[in-house]
């Protein structure tokens, strides 16, 4: 992994991250809050792209901050940050989701985790891909792997649409996507 720092957060979300983690990434600029799925799918993805501790605590607290004001951020989401990088409980380095297990996710109302080509509805995709500048035609092969239920694939054809590449290994892991993005932007 290599590492990121905050002020290209926003660019690199835009170029570099797959739409399950722009999504999130997006929702908690607008809401500046995330449930706790929300929290975990993104948080850990991130520090899978190299955001170090430090700067994923005022990454997160710069957002929640606006909402639930700085003392309670410090007290109630602060800890499962630092869990998330091994720094509290059983100390456990824990490792980013995979898409099957994103795609296997049930969120509920008020949740932005999980897998957008698996639980979004076509209505919704359809302007996200949009969105994300997929053309129309490249858009109706995505949107024909979903109705097949071949998420990952459709998130390949979405990677090869935006970035004019071949991705032939196919998309399994929200960070190899980022990995080959940025192997092919830089
Ligand atoms: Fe994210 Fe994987 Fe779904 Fe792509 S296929 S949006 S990387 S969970």
Redesign the pocket.
Known sequence: YGEISLKDIDQVAKSSF????RHLFEKLREDHHLKHGGRMQLGLFLKGVGLKLDDALAFWKAEFSRKVGAERFDKEYAYGIRHNYGKEGKRTDYTP???QK??SSTPGVGDHH?????HFSEENLRAALDKMGVGNRAVQDVMDKVRNRH??L???L?FEAIHGASCDAG????N??YNDSKNILE
Request: with cysteine; hydrophobic share 25%.
């Open positions: 797959p739409l399950c983690m989701y995979s898409c994103i795609i999980g897998c957008p080509y698996r998420y990952q459709a998130c390949t979405t998309i399994n892991h929200p190899q996507y």
